[in-house]
C-alpha cells in the first residue's frame, strides 16, 4: 500500500502563502487533498490524476490553490495563496489506484491517507 507523509503545515496570517507538501512512496491513479475543519465534515480542496494533466479544484479555493506533482521526487503538493481564517484545518494527502469521480473529483473512493498537517490561519 502506498505510504503518504505530509508536511509544511503552519500558521500564517490572512492574506498570506503556504505550500503543503506530501511524499509518497510511488504514484496511483488520483491523489487529492482534503481538509477537516473542527466540528465540520472533511471536503475536497484539490485532486490530480497521475499523469498530471487534469487538475480540479473545490469552488472554495478555486484561483487560489493550486496542486501539482513531481514524480521524479515522488512529492504531492499544495500552493495556498490568499489565505483566509476560513481555510484553517488540518489537511490530508489522500490516493487511490482507481480511478475515482471525474478526473479524479470526487469525495469518495479514496482509501489511502496521510497522518495530517495543521494550516492556521489568522486574521
Known amino acids: 500500500q502506498v505510504r503518504l507523509v505530509e508536511s509544511g503545515g503552519g500558521s500564517v496570517q490572512a492574506g498570506g502563502s503556504l505550500t503543503l507538501s506530501c511524499a509518497f512512496s510511488y504514484s496511483t491513479t488520483c491523489m487529492a487533498w482534503f481538509r477537516q475543519a473542527p466540528g465540520k465534515e472533511r471536503e475536497g480542496v484539490a485532486y490530480?490524476?497521475?499523469?498530471?494533466?487534469?487538475?480540479s479544484y473545490a469552488d472554495s479555493v478555486e484561483g487560489r490553490f493550486t496542486i501539482s506533482q513531481d514524480n521524479a521526487k515522488k512529492t504531492l503538493y499544495l500552493q495556498m495563496s490568499s489565505l483566509t481564517p476560513e481555510d484553517t484545518a488540518m489537511y490530508y494527502c489522500?490516493?487511490?489506484?482507481?480511478?475515482?469521480?471525474?478526473?479524479?473529483?470526487?469525495?469518495?473512493?479514496?482509501?489511502?491517507w496521510g497522518q495530517g498537517t495543521q494550516v492556521t490561519v489568522s486574521s
Open positions: 490530480i490524476y497521475i499523469d498530471s494533466s487534469r487538475t
Open positions: 489522500a490516493a487511490t489506484h482507481r480511478y475515482v469521480g471525474t478526473w479524479c473529483r470526487a469525495n469518495y473512493g479514496y482509501n489511502t
